[in-house]
T-cell receptor
Framework: NAGVTQTPKFQVLKTGQSMTLQCAQD?????MSWYRQDPGMGLRLIHY???????DQGEVPNGYNVSRSTTEDFPLRLLSAAPSQTSVYFC??????????FGNGTRLTVT | AQKVTQAQTEISVVEKEDVTLDCVYE???????LFWYKQPPSGELVFLIR??????QNEISGRYSWNFQKSTSSFNFTITASQVVDSAVYFC???????????????FGSGTRLLVRP
C-alpha cells in the first residue's frame, strides 16, 4: 500500500533550470495538493486539484505549474528555478480535502 | 485575507506536565474550518481535529483537548500529562468552507515545536 509517492527525494538545480516534481497516489483520492515548507513559515499551499482536469492556485503559485490529467498523478513543474524556491515540497492527497495524506517530501536546493 | 498565527515557536516541558499550544486566526468568512495537525520527527503530517465555525463546544480526546473561542479568534490545543511521544511540530490551520466542491484551501500557521523531556 504505497499511499502518496514523491520523486525525487533530493534535487539540486542551478538558477534558471526547469524540472518536474512527481507525485502519485494509489488511494483514488480526488483531492491533491502541493505545499512548500520553509523554516518559520510553516506549510504554504502552492496549487491544488479537486479532480482530474481541475486545478486551482493556492497561496504561493508564482513560478510553479501543475496539471491533473489523471486521478493518480499531480506533477509540479518549476519553469525557471530561482534560489527563493529552495524548500521542502510536500504533495498530499485527501478523500475529503482536509484529512491530508502526505508524501515523504522532496528537498530542493537551487544554487 | 486569512491568516493563522502560532506565536510560540518552541516549547519545552518535562514529561507529565500539561502544555497549551496557542493558535490565533484571522478571517472575514463567517463560515470556516479550523484544524490541528501533528508532524512527528518522521515528517508526515497527522490530522488531529477539524472544527467548524458554528461549533464552539470544547472537545476532548484522551489527553488532547481543544478550546475554540470565536470572541478571541483562538483555537488552542492542550495536551494533558505530556509524554515523550508527543514531541513534534504542531500546526494549526484554517480553511474557508466550500460546500459545493470540498476544495479546502488550508492556510497553515508556522507551527510550534514541542519538546517533551523525560
Amino acid at each position: 500500500n504505497a499511499g502518496v509517492t514523491q520523486t525525487p527525494k533530493f534535487q539540486v538545480l542551478k538558477t534558471g533550470q526547469s524540472m518536474t516534481l512527481q507525485c502519485a497516489q494509489d488511494m483514488n483520492h480526488e483531492y491533491m495538493s502541493w505545499y512548500r515548507q520553509d523554516p518559520g513559515m510553516g506549510l504554504r499551499l502552492i496549487h491544488y486539484s479537486v479532480g482530474a482536469g481541475i486545478t486551482d492556485q493556492g497561496e504561493v503559485p508564482n513560478g510553479y505549474n501543475v496539471s491533473r490529467s489523471t486521478t493518480e498523478d499531480f506533477p509540479l513543474r518549476l519553469l525557471s528555478a530561482a534560489p527563493s524556491q529552495t524548500s521542502v515540497y510536500f504533495c498530499a492527497s485527501s478523500p475529503n480535502g482536509w484529512t491530508l495524506h502526505f508524501g515523504n517530501g522532496t528537498r530542493l536546493t537551487v544554487t | 485575507a486569512q491568516k493563522v498565527t502560532q506565536a510560540q515557536t518552541e516549547i519545552s516541558v518535562v514529561e507529565k506536565e500539561d502544555v497549551t499550544l496557542d493558535c490565533v486566526y484571522e478571517t472575514r468568512d463567517t463560515t470556516y474550518y479550523l484544524f490541528w495537525y501533528k508532524q512527528p520527527p518522521s515528517g508526515e503530517l497527522v490530522f488531529l481535529i477539524r472544527r467548524n465555525s458554528f461549533d464552539e463546544q470544547n472537545e476532548i480526546s484522551g489527553r488532547y483537548s481543544w478550546n475554540f473561542q470565536k470572541s478571541t479568534s483562538s483555537f488552542n490545543f492542550t495536551i494533558t500529562a505530556s509524554q515523550v511521544v508527543d514531541s513534534a511540530v504542531y500546526f494549526c490551520a484554517l480553511s474557508e468552507a466550500r460546500w459545493m466542491d470540498s476544495s479546502y484551501k488550508l492556510i497553515f500557521g508556522s507551527g510550534t515545536r514541542l519538546l517533551v523531556r523525560p
